[in-house]
């Protein structure tokens, strides 16, 4: 935790100092003055900081809600035009060695266009954010299986005490909709101290699926408490399968195994051939990791990435998580894994270019 305090103080400072010697240093303001620019630009890259529940407790469970919003809100403000402006100013590197291009791209009106696209992009991000998650359908087949089967699938949806039980209900809803055979949440469903995520999760026991509803645990499932979590999710109707599996039906088996990274730190390492001991030769083999990889499955569901879920971070998410970032991926042998860009979001209510979603997987038989 204290690594990741220290890894947002310096971060913010980065952004802070990029964007107050691009737009700032050039007016003629005394020193107090730009002293007291830099510490509001600071305090505006601070969001992932400020924005924790280290204030809960002070501002009380009316009022923070809107500063969690506000100060995450200007953490993806300062991100999109640090960003925007590293775009914009290397297009047109090649244009300073015009004196005319230096004076018009150092011009204040030049300054307010590229604020003004940043704060659009952000604005649009949030109104991406906090939609409700759009249905993705994808179809597979398999030898192996008997006669169609479908499996929704709804990851990350980081419920915290301030998510709301309408906002998870309407996704509970719109999941039932989808008439799923079996309803998988691979991890990450909640993302708060468990007794205070209570009231918002609640909704979740109203999840159908006639092959039933099942949970495997990811990173921040570790980090609320994983055996309250995992006790949490038992109580809501959910069948835990962290390194063991089932056979939903003749021809389908499903496993999981606990997040890859989080778990060990926590004494639970991730077993994908003990999550799959149990299934037969003949059997569709689906296996259940928060972090995708390849665990030898004939299609493995994962989350985690949130498809990057901001600008830039697209580029790091598919780095960190060995070249998977969002959508289905084939494997040798006709094997596959889809990783979802999951239903809600962490820290900042913001998507850009990463929308939620909810997915509906088909698989059916060869040939049909």
Known sequence: MIAWRLLTVLFALLVASCLYFRYFRGFCLRKRYRLVVFLLLLLCCSGLGLGSFAFYDILGPRIFPYWRHVWFFLFALMLSW????????????????FRSARRVLSSVAYKCVVFVLALALTGYGQYQGLKMPQIRKITLTSPLVEKPVSIAVASDLHVTR??????????VKRINRLHADLVVLPGDIFDDRIDLVRPAAAPLASLEAPLGIYFSSGNHEYYSGIYDANGLAQELGMILLDNRGVAVRGDLYLGAVPDLRAGPRFGFKADPKAALAGAGERQFRVLLSHEPFDGGADLVISGHTHGGQMLPFQIFAKFANHGFLAGLYDLEDGRHIYVTRGAGTWGPAIRQLAPSDVTLITILPEGR
Do not use: D, N, Q
């Open 162 to 171: 301030v998510t709301g039980a309408k906002r998870v209900g309407r996704i």
């Open 82 to 97: 640090f960003c925007l402006t590293a775009v914009v100013e290397l297009v047109f590197a090649p244009l300073r060695l």
